[in-house]
């Protein structure tokens, strides 16, 4: 698996479109991390509101290590009783993704009641939160970018999709929040949206998503400096000979500023990458 895609894909089963059981998924995510392609994957996401109604008993082994990405579904202020349902089973939560506002809110409230309880989550390796693109948006990037200068292990995260229109960035905007993300130094996660690799139009929804490819490729531009316009063309390429020419030329590489993106499916993501090149797909998946 190229570094450039280490750790690309966090696997999302539990949660719409896929909604499979946890059975299902832990059994699933167990596949994955066993297979040639583990280093792609990422921690299996759950909510909190499965966590802390125990529904890990009798699921997992204390000693198998699983390592999971809580989902803040029941909100800030109760994400330190769902972690504390984690150490009994020997599950170690790499990160904690949760809302700090809804559209048209200010997010600097949420972002201070998070800041408040990271001493709380010990052991998470780093705190996104996921914030509206809309009202506050630049001022919540700064307070974020503050923190993490203090040492404080949190990054940013960003819807890309849902059941409405609205809730799909266009190009212009995605770029500009990609480079206000590159000019503070701020990872960002993405979520939603993402479920082929080139920018498509959904005949069923009539919505266009973007391509986990023209992000990457969008993220590959703006951390080498390049203005804000260039990032937006790339989001809306639909001939994938650009976006792979910038990719493959990077592929032995660590990914700058995109930490990746959760997805109901692991072998339809992969399937894809493949077919483009970017993984040699010489292997069963």
């Known amino acids: ?5 280490d750790g ?3 696997d999302a089963a539990v949660f719409p479109p896929g909604s499979a059981t946890l059975p299902d998924a832990l059994a699933a995510h167990r596949r994955h991390r066993a297979a040639w392609y583990a280093d792609l994957v990422g921690p299996l996401l759950l909510p909190a509101s499965t966590v802390a109604t125990g529904e890990l008993t009798g699921l997992v082994d204390p000693g198998e290590g699983l390592v999971i ?4 579904d029941t909100g800030i202020a109760r994400l330190p009783f769902a972690l504390s349902f984690l150490a009994p089973y020997g599950i170690t939560a790499r990160q904690v993704e949760v809302p700090v506002a809804k559209r048209g809110e200010d997010p600097l409230p949420g972002i201070a009641e ?17 914030l509206p693109l809309t009202f506050g ?10 923190a993490r200068a203090d040492g404080v292990p949190i990054a940013a995260k960003f819807r890309t999709g849902g ?9 212009a905007e995605l770029a500009a929040v990609i480079c206000a993300c590159r000019d503070r130094g701020l990872p960002f996660k993405l979520t939603a949206g993402l479920h082929q690799a080139i920018r498509h139009l959904d005949p069923e929804t009539g919505f266009t998503h973007h391509g986990y490819a023209n992000v990457l490729a969008a993220a ?14 790339l989001l809306t390429v639909l001939d994938p000979r650009p976006l792979l020419e910038r990719a493959s030329a990077r ?5 700058p500023l995109w930490v990746g993106f959760g997805s109901c499916s692991i072998l339809e993501p992969l399937t894809d990458l493949i077919r483009l090149g970017l993984v040699n797909g010489g292997y069963d998946a």
């Open 251 to 255: 592929l032995d590489a660590p990914r």
């Open 114 to 130: 998070l800041l408040r309880l990271t001493d709380a989550m010990p052991g998470v390796g780093v705190v996104y939160a996921e």
């Open 163 to 171: 059941l409405a229109a609205e809730l799909f960035p266009t190009p």
């Open 1 to 5: 698996m190229p570094a450039l895609l």
């Open 137 to 146: 948006l630049m001022g919540a990037l700064d307070a974020l970018a503050a």
């Open 220 to 233: 590959l531009a703006a951390a080498d400096g390049e203005r804000m316009e260039t990032v937006a063309e």
């Open 8 to 10: 690309l894909v966090d």
């Open 69 to 72: 990405g809580l989902i803040g």
